[in-house]
């Protein structure tokens, strides 16, 4: 992993996506397209923001999105599809392409394995990800499923997982966060040639320092990352809090 601490959430965002957006560029100069995967959540505010304003050709970019709510209508605020609508997809000029997760699909399974046919058409460029309180990637929660073959699975979601939706305020209650989605497996995940992981906050503390500094194990499912080959990521001193070998 290659760690960069940042003194703000802003700093970090505007780095986090000048770094992707140099992926992006060098990928269509190379092979004419890129292929890159987003996530949603607090964490990723800042470097959306930034992102959107870089200069990229987006005609030439297809975007995947890495998780939804199953059954959530696209008009909840917390729906991952609107997310990404309001905050990149509809502010890009020109995109080849948005693939995006329908949690209102009749078979969920079936929308798995449509989704599936469209990820393993070419590999994956970038991964914009984060880090969840309980140490999840996209909603694999503990203990998640590290040898799962599947690109796109159906997940039970945890009620750290659920609670951290209330805390952050997409949800008014517990009770009213949905408790299944459809998320990208955490193997297809580490198949993304490039990771930026953007993980801000205090309340991420606890799990970025058993990411970065733990074991690697189920429990702790963003340990997985210590594996990958290009994983950058991006951090503010209060998420930086606890590990004992911060840059």
């Given at each position: 992993?290659k760690?960069?601490v940042?003194?703000?959430?802003?700093e970090m965002?505007?780095?986090?996506?000048?770094?992707?957006?140099?992926?992006?560029?060098?990928?269509?100069?190379n092979?004419?397209?890129?292929r890159?995967?987003l996530?949603?959540?607090?964490?990723?505010?800042?470097?959306?923001?930034?992102?959107v304003k870089?200069?990229?050709d987006?005609?030439?970019?297809?975007?995947?999105?890495?998780?939804?709510y199953?059954s959530?209508p696209?008009?909840?605020p917390?729906s991952?599809?609107?997310?990404?609508?309001?905050?990149?997809?509809?502010?890009?000029?020109?995109?080849?392409?948005f693939?995006?997760?329908?949690?209102?699909a009749?078979?969920?399974?079936a929308?798995?394995?449509?989704?599936a046919?469209?990820?393993?058409?070419a590999p994956?460029?970038?991964?914009?990800?984060?880090?969840?309180e309980?140490?999840?990637?996209?909603?694999?929660?503990?203990?998640?499923?590290f040898?799962?073959?599947e690109?796109?699975?159906?997940?039970?979601?945890?009620?750290?997982?659920?609670?951290?939706?209330v805390g952050?305020?997409?949800?008014?209650?517990?009770?009213?966060?949905?408790?299944r989605?459809?998320?990208?497996?955490i193997?297809?995940?580490m198949?993304?040639?490039t990771?930026?992981?953007t993980?801000?906050?205090?309340r991420?503390?606890p799990?970025?320092q058993?990411?970065?500094?733990g074991?690697?194990?189920?429990?702790?499912?963003?340990?997985?990352l210590?594996?990958?080959?290009?994983?950058?990521?991006?951090i503010?001193?209060?998420a930086?809090?606890l590990?004992?070998?911060c840059?």
């Amino acid at each position: 992993m290659k760690i960069r601490v940042f003194d703000s959430k802003t700093e970090m965002g505007i780095a986090a996506a000048q770094n992707a957006s140099s992926i992006i560029r060098q990928k269509i100069d190379n092979q004419g397209l890129a292929r890159i995967v987003l996530a949603t959540g607090v964490s990723q505010f800042e470097m959306l923001e930034a992102l959107v304003k870089e200069p990229i050709d987006w005609s030439k970019t297809t975007v995947f999105h890495l998780d939804e709510y199953i059954s959530l209508p696209a008009t909840h605020p917390a729906s991952f599809r609107r997310y990404l609508r309001d905050r990149f997809v509809d502010r890009v000029a020109g995109l080849a392409d948005f693939h995006a997760i329908d949690g209102e699909a009749a078979d969920a399974a079936a929308e798995c394995r449509r989704l599936a046919a469209l990820l393993q058409a070419a590999p994956i460029d970038l991964a914009c990800i984060g880090i969840g309180e309980n140490g999840h990637l996209a909603f694999n929660d503990p203990p998640a499923d590290f040898d799962c073959k599947e690109p796109f699975i159906i997940v039970d979601l945890d009620d750290a997982c659920r609670r951290q939706q209330v805390g952050e305020g997409w949800f008014k209650s517990l009770n009213s966060v949905p408790s299944r989605a459809i998320s990208m497996s955490i193997p297809w995940i580490m198949r993304c040639q490039t990771l930026v992981c953007t993980v801000p906050d205090e309340r991420k503390a606890p799990a970025l320092q058993a990411t970065v500094e733990g074991p690697i194990t189920p429990m702790v499912p963003a340990s997985i990352l210590q594996k990958h080959g290009d994983c950058r990521l991006f951090i503010d001193r209060p998420a930086a809090s606890l590990l004992k070998r911060c840059p």
